[in-house]
């Protein structure tokens, strides 16, 4: 017995050791990149993730409003109080150190966005295994979405380094480039993406509005040369988007705001948010955070972006812009509906105003975080007001355009002689609360019409982090 | 009962046809000469025996040839011939010490006495008395170097063990071994199920573990039937918990007193509503969401029996505790089944088997945004709980979520099944050849129901369309272990070796459902089909699978009992790393010196036992390193939406690296074990040094990168040295019999690098105004990082003196600009890791009462004050802490940084500083219990103790928040020392009763 036993025992330790060879080899649940990339599915889905970032809650979604409107002479921060969201007020009062939230969320996802494009451009270039043309597409569209990322970054930070392709663990640390060369990267993007994007009705017939467009490249490629103050291109590309007839300005000034605004006649380049009952907050769901943070405390919002007394007496008398903009104690919302609401202002509200541009009826709105409005990143009246002020500095009829701007909401002609105060004064009505304002005062050398502004401060901290990990990155002063 | 005893008289009476003669005889204490009742008195071989009464005498029949064994707790067995005689005295010895126990170590047993080794054996017996719900819970304060901390109170909540402090930045508990079986947790072990608990402590002990064992090793022996009658033991407790602190908020006038003159300050109009503070509406919201008397009821019932060639152990329990919150609560049902047998002299087979269930509810803990503790201390006292019509009422004054009506809302239900067993075979090849074979698994499988009804309450507070979630998970481990085991002693010379293969696989799968829009809430329609959306649900899952192949060896060797060492190895190769880092090697050494074998010694009385140790030894970690991070892998849910379209997106997030391989703990330990006046008092004192290089950390990578996660690198450095003393007087002699202990550890931890370029670390972010710990190089981790006080502001010249603070005025908090630049300083505010740790127990027993009590105690480590973040705020807008009423109210009225002016639109005072950074020293007694076992005669051929339990009677600390034991936060190893009102330990009182027949 004790023989037999001691035989069984050693068969089964030999077959076993036969069957454990490649006990060892576990493949991976998820699919690997040198395996990803094997179709066009695979690619479009990539792409897609490439689109994610541009819709997270630190970016369009949070620090847009907070730098743009919030720093501004526009709005003042709001919340629950002073400490509330402590960060954008150290922002707003120029007093922010590099170890800023805000400000690092800006930095760490265009990076990712970034990566995220050249993993896109990286995965199709030269792939076989994907058709021709949706390489062609695919590769367009990310060094699209690099660019944008790019113009984010540059924007806030000045120059930033350059990152074009995947990078090794050994090319973390490079330092920065100069903002010249920044902007050269982006306008070669956006040159090489516009000329293989669809137009906009292109997409519009294939129900794919949200993708990138030649419009939209043109027209980010407008706002890189208005920001370097290159009028002459400025123009010519505005002029190429106005003539293309792709876009109109929407009559309706009001309905550009509504959910049924979302990629309007008007929409030249939309971050788009839907409502997918999906539910939570933040990145869980495709819904936006702006329309509950900007909502009034007392109407179940957040109360952030409190426009100040300074924007409401800057609207010329009988400008209907202003209550498309600005929510007073006591206006009816959405009168005559099953959505009609009063709108009240909280105590501790510290301007008596609420923002109005970006809230959503109660029947329209998602579960907390899950709003379906669109982030309206590029509006054809933009366009206009590019190409008024191309040619106010550079010689040329910048009436034409500030005026078609002007008659949309029935205001009569400008009166003003001055091309470059005319379009100042435009772009702030027009545009107001739609996170541009900060940038206009700082790149036309008005950033002392802000409390606290010195030039110095004309870009933002580099993230501490980022330079602890990096210490080839030069801090800006500020 | 009844029926029992008759069968065991009719037994009795079948042996008695073959007695030959009566024995009769008294069993005495060897020492006192005082009688023994209930000493057991057994034929050997038989099942023929008695007990003796209350004068200690005894009388039963047997022949000549037979031999009595007399045993009874505590004592020395004693075996005696009975010959020609007919009486039989009897005096037995006082079993004076552990020393011959046999301690498991692993793969093997060792005597107590050879172990060279740190290993740390839990006294079961006190263990038992000890009437704990869970057995990590028994675990506290009973082992130096073992700190037990409970995450929540909760039941079925969470515990924190760190053996020999934090070893790494990553996963720092320790490896759980059950019967062999290496397991994640010790949750689903029934405490009354447990044999023998030991704690493998330093390198030299746990090697044998490999690259699972550097955060130290609990091993766990089940119970194992007797080659005896059965016995019975039932065991049962009732008892009832509530907090044993109240959150020391304001009440209704108080708050309006101090939110109106907030309001007034900030040059606010006071709320109308507030204006009569005296005339409100008080709502105690601490009591509202407390479960007051909540009940604890424990069932448990046992045998144990056999026979020489085969015996059982065999176990029920239950276990049903409601928590002191609402809603929250924790069922366990366990049923084991353990037997072995021998069908030959060289053969041995057993089986381990458990089942389990458990169930727990829970409401929303840890975190300080919502948490139900968070917000009943935050709610305004004046808001009541229902509006008129019955319906939950929102905060007036401030948009806190009406905790009532969220833990209403609340329907969160954990269930999980677990079975564990295992089949072993030990076959003697040769004399002293042992070959043992081990086959374990465990299949879990756990699921997750939760429902959010369709509810408003107010803008803030609704749910507008219901929401049902299903998680589900599975687990499945097998292990494989195979060990050839020889002993042989050649004259002094004594030898034990053994070599091995084990083979280890985990397979996880994880799924889940979402899905909106059940019709109503009825609680018999929460399923996923009833979903209106059942079609549009969002679901997710996943696998993963993590394999492991080992090779050990150890070898024991002694000389005389004197000169002692022994040597592991062991190899591993795991799944996590790619083939060229796969095999890790994990040796150790270690010798001991029994000094006291000497002769020199042989003449000192006093000294029983002294020995020294030493050893080295290098282990490994990979729990925390998830699998499959040696490749880049995309991550699905990076969706967008095109044409209205929700897009499915996926994103490439981290880099996979393929050159991470094991973290390795290196360990140098000392130790003395050491017994005097015939070992009554004992102890031992250890000393290490455990330094854990390779350290697998997530080192954050420059944002230029791009990566979302950082990937897993091998690097960092860290340092732990530290000291242990245990001391133990016990005696046993008279009729008053006590034994006393005390356990200390010190600690002290070092972070000697963390990677290229990387200087810091920050962990626990709070509320979204920052970090509250940062990690440095130089430094003990997770130091408290933030804002130094130095007083109040009394008067306008002070603030007038300084620049580095704008926009303040008196009354307000001033912070120390340490280096005078006009800009405040951020510093280091102390650490979260005690100076030391210890506890004391006592064990009394006099005829038949005993009483037991154990002692625990922190000594020296910060905790942030969460709440106080709240409710020390100067604005008011959260209910505040009774203590600002002592809040700064003009010039000289107030200094401490704690209480500052009232000002309802403050942002100077609630920077994170060390206003919020308390003392968290305490020390708890965690038992206390007092018991009485009927004497023998009262109740026959049983043994029955009842007794009184009362657990956290008191707790003697500074602290001022709900609790100071606070383990491990909801962000991780760096997430320490942070009280975001977790979840309090309950004060227990109970009556209880073990019984054993």
């Not at chain 1, 909502?295 to 952030?304: H, Q």
């Amino acid at each position: 017995m004790k023989n037999k036993l001691l035989i069984i025992l050693l068969s089964i330790g030999v077959v076993f050791t036969q069957s454990c060879k490649d006990y060892l080899d576990t493949p991976a649940p998820d699919l690997s990149d040198a395996v990803y990339f094997s179709n066009d599915q695979a690619a479009i889905t990539a792409l897609a993730g490439a689109y994610d970032p541009m819709a997270w809650y630190g970016d369009m979604q949070l620090d847009d409003w907070a730098i743009g409107d919030v720093v501004s002479d526009d709005a003042e921060k709001g919340g629950e109080n002073e400490g509330d969201q402590p960060d954008i007020q150290a922002l707003r009062t120029f007093t922010a150190n590099a170890e800023n939230s805000v400000i690092l969320g800006r930095w760490q996802i265009r990076y990712q966005g970034i990566n995220r494009a050249n993993k896109v451009i990286e995965g199709v270039s030269d792939n076989e295994k994907i058709s021709t043309d949706v390489r062609k597409q695919v590769i367009a569209e990310a060094k699209f979405l690099r660019a944008f990322y790019m113009f984010e970054l540059v924007k806030v930070f000045g120059g930033v380094p350059i990152v074009t392709k995947v990078l090794s663990p050994s090319e973390y640390t490079a330092p920065r480039n100069t903002e010249a060369e920044c902007w050269a990267q982006i306008e070669k993007d956006l040159k090489e993406a516009a000329a293989d994007l669809p137009k906009k009705s292109e997409r519009v017939a294939n129900n794919e509005v949200g993708r990138a467009t030649w419009g939209a490249a043109k027209a980010l490629l407008t706002k890189a040369y208005v920001f370097q103050k290159k009028w002459a291109d400025a123009d010519a590309t505005a002029t190429e988007i106005i003539n293309s007839g792709e876009y109109q300005l929407d009559p309706d000034y009001g309905h550009i705001f509504t959910l049924d605004g979302d990629n309007g006649v008007e929409s030249v380049w939309d971050i788009q948010y839907g409502d997918f009952n999906i539910g939570g907050w933040d990145r869980d769901n495709e819904g936006t955070t702006v329309c509950i943070f900007t909502r009034g405390r007392d109407n179940g919002g957040w109360g952030f972006v409190c426009p100040t007394q300074n924007l409401y007496d800057a609207f010329e008398t009988g400008d209907p812009r202003r209550e498309f903009t600005i929510i007073k104690e006591g206006d009816v919302l959405w009168a005559g509906t099953d959505d009609e609401e009063e709108f009240y202002i909280d105590a501790q509200n510290p301007t008596g105003y609420n923002s109005r541009k970006h809230i959503l009826p109660a029947s329209q709105q998602g579960q907390m975080s899950e709003d379906p409005l669109n982030w309206h990143y590029i509006r054809f009246a933009e366009v206009l007001l590019w190409q008024a002020e191309a040619r106010a500095h550079n010689g040329g009829d910048w009436q034409t355009p500030l005026n078609l701007v002007r008659a949309r909401v029935g205001l009569p002609a400008t009166t003003e002689t001055d091309g470059v105060k005319a379009v100042y004064h435009e772009r702030r009505e027009e545009l107001a609360l739609e996170a541009h304002r900060y940038w206009d005062l700082v790149r036309t050398g008005r950033g002392n019409l802000m409390n606290g502004y010195t030039d110095n401060k004309r870009f933002f901290l580099i993230p501490q982090v980022e330079i602890n990990l990096n210490p080839n990155l030069e801090q800006n002063p500020y | 009962m009844q029926k029992i005893s008759l069968i065991l008289f009719f037994l009795f009476c079948t042996y008695s046809i073959y007695a030959q003669k009566e024995i009769k005889g008294i069993v005495t204490d060897a020492n006192t000469g005082e009688s023994l009742p209930g000493v057991s008195v057994l034929v050997k071989g038989t099942t023929v025996g008695t007990i003796t009464d209350l004068n200690g005498s005894y009388a039963l029949t047997a022949t000549e040839n037979d031999v009595l064994v007399f045993s009874f707790v505590g004592y020395k067995k004693q075996e005696v011939k009975v010959g020609n005689q007919e009486t039989l005295d009897v005096s037995l010895v006082v079993e004076e010490t552990g020393l011959d126990e046999i301690v498991v170590v692993g793969y093997g047993t060792q005597k107590k006495s050879d172990l060279t080794g740190s290993v740390a054996a839990v006294d079961m017996e006190e263990l038992n008395s000890r009437q704990v719900s869970t057995i990590d819970q028994a675990l506290q304060g009973q082992v130096a170097g073992v700190d037990v901390t409970v995450n929540s109170g909760t039941p079925g909540g969470g515990i924190m063990v760190r053996v020999r402090g934090i070893g790494t930045l990553n996963d720092a508990s320790p490896l759980y071994v059950v019967d062999g079986m290496m397991v994640d947790d010790i949750d689903f072990v029934n405490p009354n199920d447990i044999e023998s608990m030991q704690v493998l402590k330093d390198a030299s002990a746990t090697a044998i573990y490999g690259s699972r064992g550097s955060n130290g090793v609990v091993i766990i022996t089940t119970k194992q039937g007797t080659e005896k009658d059965a016995k019975i033991s039932f065991n049962s407790y009732y008892g009832i918990q509530n907090f044993w602190r109240a959150a020391p908020v304001a009440n209704s006038e108080q708050w309006a007193i101090l939110n109106n003159e907030a309001r007034n300050a900030a040059g606010l109009a006071p709320y109308p509503g507030l204006a009569n503070p005296s005339s409100l509406n008080y709502t105690d919201w601490f009591k509202e969401i407390s479960n007051e008397n909540a009940a604890i009821q424990s069932y448990d019932i046992g045998v144990t029996g056999g026979s020489e060639k085969s015996n059982y152990f065999v176990s029920a329990a239950y276990l049903n505790q409601e928590g002191i919150v609402q809603k929250t609560d924790f069922e366990r049902f366990s049923f084991r089944l353990n037997t072995t047998h021998k069908p030959r002299k060289w053969l041995t087979i057993g089986q381990n088997l458990t089942l389990v269930k458990t169930k727990q509810n829970s409401v929303l803990e840890e975190d300080e945004w919502n948490n139900i503790l968070i917000a009943a201390m935050n709610m305004d006292p004046v808001s009541p709980v229902y509006n008129n019509d019955g319906t939950f009422a929102p905060g007036i004054y401030n948009d806190i979520n009406n905790p009532v009506a969220q833990i209403y809302y609340t329907n969160d239900t954990y269930t999980n099944y677990r079975t564990l067993g295992n089949v072993y075979l030990d076959f003697e090849i040769l004399e002293g050849l042992h070959f043992k074979t081990n086959y374990s698994l465990e299949y879990a499988f756990g699921v997750n129901d939760g429902f959010n009804p369709e509810f408003y309450v107010s803008p803030t507070f609704q749910n507008p369309i219901s929401n049902i979630t299903k998680d589900n998970n599975s687990n499945f481990i097998n292990q494989w272990s195979n060990t050839l085991t020889y002993v042989k002693s050649f004259g002094d010379h004594n030898l034990t070796a053994m070599i091995g293969q084990e083979i280890y696989s985990q397979h996880y799968e994880w799924d889940g459902i979402s899905a909106n829009g059940i019709p109503t809430n009825d609680p018999n329609v929460r399923f996923i089909s009833n979903a209106n959306g059942a079609t549009q649900a969002v679901t997710y899952g996943s696998i993963y699978d993590v394999r492991q192949v080992s090779v050990l060896a150890r070898a024991n060797y002694d000389y005389k009992g004197k000169y002692l060492v022994t040597v592991n190895f062991r190899a591993d190769a795991s799944s996590k790393f790619s083939e060229k880092n796969r095999w890790g090697f994990f040796p150790s050494f270690s010798a001991g010196w029994r000094i006291t074998e000497e002769d020199f010694l042989s003449n000192i009385d006093w000294l029983s036992n002294l020995k020294l140790r030493a050893g080295w030894g290098q282990i490994g970690n990979q729990g925390s390193v998830p699998a499959y991070q040696n490749v880049t892998t995309a991550t699905t849910g990076q969706n967008y939406t095109w044409g209205g379209q929700l897009i499915p997106g996926a994103a490439f997030l981290s880099s996979g690296n393929d050159e991470i391989k094991w973290e390795t703990s290196t360990t140098t330990n000392i130790g003395l074990d050491f017994g005097f006046l015939n070992n009554k008092l004992e102890g031992s004192a250890e000393y290490f040094i455990k330094k854990t290089s390779d350290m697998l950390l997530q080192v954050p990578v420059p944002g230029q990168s791009g990566l979302a996660e950082a990937p897993w690198q091998n690097t960092g450095e860290m340092q732990n040295t530290g000291f242990e003393f245990s001391l133990n007087y016990r005696n046993m002699d008279n009729a008053f019999r006590y034994s006393i202990g005390a356990i200390f550890t010190t600690i002290k931890n070092e972070v000697l690098s963390l990677g290229n370029g990387n200087e810091f670390i920050d962990g626990s972010p709070f509320r979204g105004t920052g970090y509250l710990t940062r990690t440095i190089v130089g430094q003990p981790i997770a130091q408290f990082y933030g804002y130094k006080t130095d007083g109040l502001f009394q008067n306008q010249a002070e603030i007038d003196a300084q620049t580095a603070q704008t926009g303040v005025a008196p009354g307000d908090v001033r912070y120390v600009d340490a280096d005078n630049d006009g800009e405040l300083d951020l510093v280091y505010l102390g650490s979260p890791l005690p100076d030391f740790t210890y506890s004391f127990n006592a064990n009394l027993s006099y005829k038949g009462f005993d009483l037991n009590i154990v002692l625990q105690g922190v000594h020296g480590n910060k905790i942030f004050n969460g709440a106080s973040w709240f409710n020390r705020s100067s604005s008011a807008y959260w209910n505040l802490n009774v203590d600002m009423l002592n809040r700064w109210a003009g010039e000289g009225s107030q200094t401490d940084a704690r209480y500052p002016r009232m000002n309802a639109m403050d942002v100077n005072n609630s920077q994170i500083s060390d206003r919020f950074i308390e003392d968290g020293s305490y020390l708890r007694i965690k038992t206390l219990q007092l018991g009485y076992t009927l004497p023998e005669n009262l109740v026959k051929n049983m043994k029955l103790r009842v007794y009184l339990n009362a657990q956290n009677l008191f707790t003697f600390t500074k602290y001022t928040g709900l609790d100071p034991e606070i383990g491990n936060g909801m962000y991780g190893t760096l997430d320490l020392g942070v009280d975001r009102a977790f979840y309090p330990q309950a004060r227990l009182y109970s009556i209880g009763v073990n019984l054993t027949f």
